[in-house]
């Protein structure tokens, strides 16, 4: 009979998996809060001034993953739709300007760049040429994802013809976008085996 009596220690292994959680739930978090601060930091350069939303938005995902990337966005969604002033319009009312059109990209450019880069990995600390390929890719169809977006719900909204979404909705804020664009890749190519260090640390241990 084994009268040894029971542990009350919780298991390593579920407790590194609720570490690992937490984790992510903060990486998130933070990336909304990030969102939502960039709102505030426009940069005036011409008659298109650069709001640097998007590229937090993109970072998202190409840091985080789909998943974790797009909750981001979605946090931030839900703040502006509950009435924080991180929209331009605070509340629902701004899916129904002009605007509304790039919001909604922003979770699906973000979504679809998490989808090309994938959860980080610690084993990327030593990054190659095949993770700047996926990582520019990621961060192009983010961007562009957005851009798409906007024209499109300008069609919508306004009865736009193409051309008409395209030279207001696309063309203007190519610029810009690819000046981000260029600080997005190196960023999230630097950030995502230090982000994998706390959300997908299991990378990089030895297999049996």
Not at 144 to 164: D, E, F, T, V, W
Request: net charge positive; with cysteine.
């Amino acid at each position: 009979m084994n009268n040894r009596p029971h542990s009350t220690h919780t298991p390593v292994p579920a407790l590194r998996k609720r570490t690992i959680l937490r984790n992510r739930s903060v990486f998130t978090a933070l990336f909304a809060a990030l969102i939502a601060v960039s709102s505030f930091l426009v940069i005036p350069l011409g008659i298109i001034p650069i709001v640097l939303k998007n590229l937090f938005v993109v970072l998202a995902g190409t840091v985080l993953g789909s998943f974790y990337g797009g909750a981001a966005v979605l946090i931030f969604l839900a703040a502006g739709i509950a009435g924080l002033p991180v929209f331009v319009v605070p509340g629902p009312g701004a899916f129904l300007t002009p605007l509304g059109g790039y919001l909604a990209g922003y979770f699906v450019g973000s979504l679809v760049a998490g989808l090309i880069g994938g959860l980080p990995s610690v084993n990327e600390k030593k990054a190659g040429i095949g993770l700047w390929i996926r990582v520019g890719v990621a961060s192009c169809a983010g961007f562009s994802i957005i851009l798409i977006c906007g024209a499109a719900y300008l069609m919508i909204l306004n009865s736009m013809s193409l051309k008409a979404a395209l030279l207001s909705g696309i063309v203007p804020f190519i610029p810009g976008d690819l000046i981000k664009l260029l600080i997005s890749i190196p960023l999230a190519v630097r950030l995502r085996p230090v982000a994998a260090r706390y959300i997908n640390p299991d990378t990089g241990a030895p297999h049996a």
